[in-house]
């Protein structure tokens, strides 16, 4: 197949930036962060490296779907025709196109000036790309792309009318459905099917195979869904920046007491229903499926020109979804544990009275009493486990090994990171975080790749809110926000 001719574009990528409804709902706004964002936009709109253009490259998790706290009214033009369940009801509305298109709308009203700000990025000439992440994996439906590249023209600029700006969006509006790829330059992907906690078993095509009209769930969906979204208003920020589930529950029962009563609850019915969404992989029920994503395998093969071989080769790298196993699931919410814990004490209490002595009772509640503090260390070691991304590195090499990228670009972690994959052969690995606040401060970081005569030259930058200007920074310290020193960069 003949190479294809890239278009003079320079790189702008971010990711995470998890957009939630902010107008009523108070934990929104702690995502709301619209002015940032027009003013990083409006400077690289008027700012060109070489005359070149900007490709704007969203690596996932753009949007966030799993936090709706605002139910439907009954009413809504959007839903009309639409019976609406028991649990979308009492959570917020689930994975169906239309459901999802309204959960679009309803977050992105929130965030007019943001709209206006992609505008306006189009208007001039510049391109949007958007992937998909483990929180908007409902931009899958191509009715949700439409009504989001719709959304981007009803807030075209004063001087583009809505009709050239429909024709814009559709052009330079782009939906990608696994990766981004420049050959020989880099390499883009979310990152969630290294996790297994948020990856799916059919990334290309996630409908589920008994009912296509929705979107296979993950484990951290149900999660989200059925547990955190009740307790969120208490400190949204601790749930996106405290990554141990330990530590959170200690801070959570700091700082609400009163809400930890309702937790038991809350985790009893989100583990009876994430059970029920287990699916052991069945290659009769999922055969159309798998043929839907062959069909998008074959596009990406014919944008691209690889092989059928390289493609196997990373989606090799991704995890198997939890909940493909029952007992992986069991044990992801500790059942196995408790099971343990509460027969360890059962036993301890019956063995009792048959030892009447001081010697005979502490020997008796010894061995219980060390099996319990076994059982505590396990389940903090497990969930230990929960957001370590370590992984994402040796991931990154073994793509920029299959495909001879100088760079490979992840997020999801929301650990910004910088890696030299190989010195030798200028080859990298960049995470580029979140734009969610950490503490009370946004981090606002992104990756900027240049083409120059020279070569192409990548730069981890953060956009610096109070000086509206962007800031490089130093790979040694970049998680403390440190701007960089000259001549740090390699």
């Known amino acids: 197949m003949a190479e294809q001719v890239q278009e003079p574009f320079n790189y702008l990528i971010i990711s995470d930036l998890h957009l939630r409804e902010a107008e009523k709902n108070p934990t929104g706004r702690l995502f709301y962060f619209d002015q940032e964002f027009a003013d990083f936009l409006r400077h690289y709109r008027l700012f060109y490296v070489g005359e070149r253009k900007w490709k704007l490259i969203i690596a ?31 959570f917020f509305p689930g994975t169906e196109w239309q459901k999802s298109l309204w959960k679009l709308d309803h977050i992105l009203s929130s965030h007019p000036q943001l709209l206006l700000a992609l505008a306006r990025f189009v208007a001039a000439g510049n391109e949007i790309h958007l992937l998909r992440g483990n929180h908007d994996q409902e931009l ?5 792309q439409d009504h989001f590249r719709l959304l981007v023209a009803q807030h075209h600029p004063m001087d583009s009318s809505y009709l050239d700006m429909k024709v814009l969006a559709k052009d330079r509006i782009h939906f990608v459905p696994w990766f981004y790829l420049e050959k020989d330059l880099l390499y883009v992907e979310h990152g969630h099917q290294y996790d297994p906690y948020c990856s799916n078993a ?66 009893l019915e989100m583990v009876v229903r994430t059970l029920g969404k287990v699916r052991r992989e069945d290659k009769a029920r999922e055969s159309f499926v798998d043929q839907m994503e062959a069909k998008i395998r074959e596009e990406i093969k014919a944008e691209h020109g690889l092989s059928d071989e390289t493609l196997r080769a990373i989606a090799r790298l991704g995890h198997s979804p939890l909940l493909r196993s029952r007992w992986e699931t069991i044990k992801c919410f500790s059942l196995d544990l408790l099971a343990a814990g509460t027969v360890a004490l059962m036993t301890s209490v019956s063995l009792s009275p048959t030892n009447s002595t001081l010697l005979g009772l502490e020997a008796a509640s010894a061995v219980p009493l060390l099996f319990l503090l076994a059982l505590a260390l396990l389940w903090k070691k497990r969930m230990g486990r929960f957001n370590d991304h370590h992984n994402l590195r040796e991931i990154a090499r073994t793509i920029s090994e299959t495909l001879g990228c100088r760079y490979v670009i992840l997020g999801h972690s929301h650990d910004p990171d910088v890696h030299a994959l190989s010195k030798a052969k200028d080859q990298w690995y960049f995470n580029v975080g979140t734009w969610i606040p950490s503490g009370d401060e946004g981090q606002f970081i992104y990756l900027q790749i240049l083409k120059e005569t020279s070569g192409a030259s990548a730069h981890l930058m953060r956009w610096h809110r109070k000086l509206q200007q962007p800031e490089e920074l130093d790979p040694a310290n970049y998680e403390k926000g440190i701007p960089r020193k000259e001549g740090a960069l390699a």
């Open 60 to 90: 996932g998790d753009l949007i966030d779907f799993l936090h709706i706290k605002e139910r439907p009214k009954s009413d809504d033009k959007l839903l009309q025709g639409l019976a609406l369940s028991l649990t979308d009801l009492k």
């Open 202 to 267: 059919h990334n290309l095509c996630p409908i589920l195979p008994d009912n296509p009209q929705q979107l296979e769930a993950t484990l951290s969906a149900c999660t989200m869904r059925y547990f955190a979204s009740r307790i969120q208003n208490i400190d949204p920020a601790a749930i996106e920046n405290i990554n141990s589930i330990p530590k959170y529950l200690l801070h959570l029962i700091r700082s609400n007491p009163g809400q930890v009563a309702l937790m038991p609850f809350y985790y």
């Open 140 to 144: 899958f439906w191509p009715e949700v």
